[in-house]
């Protein structure tokens, strides 16, 4: 806690007590879900801040599966913007890749796994929620690989963690950022109709399977 103090620091709003961190993880994590949500490179830089923050909090809260994703996120965002950049002129919009159901079904496989060996491993560390705490980062994992690929189906991922993520972090008393998960949930439903509607109106790419879900 001691390490982390200055995210710590609190002071209570409306009658509830939020803490730096709490703040700060909000703003970076709305900006950031927002810019995605208009596919704009640079919701990866801000991104890899609000991982930076969030992975501080989760830990101070033994949520170490959490904390951890976080790490992976930052690597992952700094993945991404690199393959986003690289583009060179060619806008995001005209590169989106469809989705097939076989590679979604292997997704599912994956997460499943990670999940499992998760939760073992955060049951010996003695971490907060372990189920809860493994399937957030095996789905969030998911979802980051897709968005990097530029598949409108990381959405529906998102939303999944979204929907688990709201009452574990209410119950952690981090009430702003359960708040934020609230309008992450908003956001991941525009965010996917908005780049279903991109990826078909470009001239399609090679499939990825017989039936697509941009």
Not at 95 to 100: H, I, L, N, V
Request: glycine share 8%.
């Amino acid at each position: 806690m001691d390490t982390f103090s200055f995210l710590a620091i609190s002071h209570p709003v409306a009658g509830v007590t939020l803490s730096l961190g709490d703040l700060l993880g909000f703003a970076t994590g709305l900006l950031c879900v927002t810019l995605t949500a208009r596919a704009h490179i640079w919701n990866f830089p801000v991104g890899i801040l609000n991982s930076a923050i969030l992975g501080l909090v989760f830990f101070d809260q033994r949520l170490f599966a959490d904390s951890l994703l976080q790490i992976v996120f930052i690597a992952l965002s700094a993945l991404g913007w690199y393959q986003w950049s690289t583009r060179g002129k060619t806008s995001v919009a005209q590169s989106f890749r469809g989705t097939g159901w076989k590679e979604q079904l292997i997704l599912v496989m994956v997460a499943t796994m990670v999940a499992l060996v998760l939760w073992q491993v955060l049951l010996k560390v003695k971490g907060s929620a372990p189920p809860l705490d493994a399937l957030i980062t095996a789905l969030s994992l998911c979802a980051q690989w897709q968005l990097n690929r530029r598949q409108a189906s990381s959405w529906l991922w998102w939303i999944a963690v979204d929907l688990i993520s709201v009452p574990l972090y209410w119950s952690r008393e981090l009430y702003l950022i359960s708040g934020l998960y609230v309008v992450f949930l908003g956001i991941c439903v525009q965010g996917w109709m908005h780049w279903r509607r991109l990826a078909t109106s470009q001239v399609p790419c090679a499939p990825t399977g017989r039936e697509s879900l941009a």
